[in-house]
């Protein structure tokens, strides 16, 4: 397995969210949901519309998942309700279901998706399906999030763990109190 990094820019992130929501509302939705969560790709892929939605059709507010309960943010709810509006589906669906069958796309077909965007977005880092998880932590970090509870969204072992999995280290570690 190669060692992939975080999207740490974020003019690229952005490139990405435009090549996949005209490419595919799944796709998108993905990404969006990937790197505003931090959830693992395999967690991601076994989501069913209804963790994400009630029975009226509203999108909920948090999504309780792995023993853990998760935000979904403005970012989330708008890419879930572009794409179940281009969608014809079931609450009972996969979120991410395959055209093929009734089970979601494979890690391996999510991992050709990240890959393919990021390269038609001029990206030349090593990327796949964990970028989503460690860009989730890196931006959680960078925007003042503590490396105590990114660490425990990921099940770390310790912080060092954390920043060496986000791209970090000793050197981009800045305290500032800026009184």
Same mark, same amino acid.
């Given at each position: ?12 992130? #952005?490139?990405?969210?435009?090549? $996949? ?8 939705? $993905? ?8 959830? &693992?790709?395999? @967690?991601? $892929?076994?989501?069913?519309?209804? #963790? ?22 403005? #970012?989330?709810?708008? %890419? $879930? @309700? ?17 055209? &093929? ?6 890690? #391996? ?19 796949? @399906?964990?970028?989503?998880? &460690?860009?989730?932590?890196?931006? %959680?970090?960078?925007?003042?999030? %503590? ?9 770390? %072992? ?12 000793? @050197? ?8």
């Amino acid at each position: 397995m190669e060692y992939v990094n975080p999207i740490k820019n974020l003019h690229e992130i #952005q490139l990405i969210k435009e090549i $996949l929501k005209k490419q595919s509302s799944r796709d998108f939705v $993905l990404f969006v949901l990937g790197i505003n969560t931090g959830l &693992k790709i395999n @967690t991601l $892929l076994s989501l069913k519309i209804n #963790q994400l939605v009630d029975e009226s059709g509203t999108i909920l507010s948090f999504l309780h998942v792995d023993n853990q309960t998760i935000y979904l943010n403005d #970012q989330v709810k708008s %890419a $879930l @309700t572009f794409h179940l509006k281009q969608n014809t589906t079931t609450i009972d669906d996969y979120l991410f279901k395959s055209p &093929k069958s009734e089970l979601p796309i494979s890690r #391996q077909h999510a991992y050709r998706v990240i890959n393919d965007a990021a390269r038609k977005a001029g990206i030349s880092d090593q990327i796949g @399906t964990h970028t989503l998880r &460690k860009t989730f932590g890196y931006h %959680a970090y960078i925007k003042g999030i %503590a490396i105590s509870l990114i660490q425990a969204r990921f099940h770390h %072992a310790s912080p060092s763990e954390t920043f060496r999995y986000i791209g970090m280290d000793a @050197t981009d570690q800045k305290i500032d109190v800026n009184l």
